[in-house]
Every structure is written in structure tokens, then in C-alpha cells.
């Protein structure tokens, strides 16, 4: 029994893969928070749902037609359930610090967000949209949208 689009959460199947996965993400994560951004490497600060206590992973915000968001290629991830109970968080690279609201989005407003995130990063997370990428048609990535959690987010001021 497969789990429902709306659950849907990939992590590595071997710990190898597990292993390497925590490396690299420690690795992209060190060098963003000494403000050396990879191809726009945040690292994503938003308070824990159940603890108040700050959690931390790295992300690739996605800008585009001028607004940004969030996207979830792992699915519904710890940092996706505290991103909806938080409604924002923060994006820091070095000792820059973006404080911001996020709302998450319905399907079928993600298509070409999809399209643009795989296109601008597939190298990297291709693996955990199982064979879909930016070529994908309109209807596909209208399909697989329910396992792929999206946030547009908002600068807060200060």
C-alpha cells in the first residue's frame, strides 16, 4: 500500500544514502551560514510546532515573476508541518537575516512552479520527483502537486 500524495515523505532508502543525504545537506548548510551561498542556498529557520525551538535546514527559495516560495521536494517534511503551524519563519545567509510569512499554495497553482524549480535545480533533487522534470507536461506536475508542498513567502518588516 503506497502512501496518499497529501503524506507523501522521501528520505533516503539505504543509510548510505542516509548518510550522504546529512552530509551534503551539512555541507551546503555550513557554507550558507558563513554567507557563501550555492546557486542560492538559504538555510531555513522556523520555530518547531511542539518544542517553540528553532529548526534549521538548507533550501533553494525560488524566485519567480517577481515573488518567491519554498519548495518542498522531500514532501511533507518536519520543516513543512512546522512551516503551517509557524506561518513564516527566517532565510539566513552569513549574518543576513530574511524574516518572512509564508502561505501555503493549492495545486493547481503549482505546475509551473514545479516546472521552474526542476529546471533550475533537478541536478540536485531530480531524484525525489521520481523520473518527472521540467519537460513534464502541465497535467503530470498537476498530478504529482499534492506531494510537493509550496509556500509563497513574504518579507516581513523588521
Known amino acids: 500500500m503506497s502512501a496518499s500524495p497529501s503524506s507523501r515523505y522521501v528520505m533516503p532508502a539505504t543509510p548510505l544514502g542516509r548518510r550522504i543525504g546529512r552530509l551534503f545537506n551539512s555541507v551546503v548548510a555550513a557554507s550558507t551560514r558563513s554567507g557563501i551561498s550555492l546557486r542560492g542556498s538559504r538555510v531555513l529557520y522556523v520555530r518547531g510546532r511542539k518544542s517553540g525551538e528553532w529548526r534549521s535546514t538548507p533550501v533553494n527559495p525560488l524566485t519567480y515573476q517577481g515573488n518567491r516560495y519554498l519548495v518542498s521536494p522531500r514532501g ?67 498530478e504529482i502537486a499534492p506531494g510537493y508542498p509550496v509556500f509563497q513567502i513574504t518579507a516581513r518588516p523588521r
Do not use: C, I, S
Open 76 to 142: 511533507h517534511t518536519q520543516w513543512v508541518r512546522n512551516m503551517r503551524a509557524a506561518g513564516g519563519g527566517e532565510l539566513r545567509l552569513g549574518r543576513h537575516v530574511e524574516r518572512f510569512t509564508a502561505t501555503e499554495l493549492p495545486d493547481d497553482a503549482k505546475p509551473a512552479l514545479l516546472r521552474e524549480y526542476l529546471r533550475r535545480w533537478k541536478f540536485e533533487v531530480g531524484t525525489f520527483f521520481d523520473g518527472v522534470g521540467p519537460d513534464a507536461t502541465d497535467e503530470k506536475l498537476r
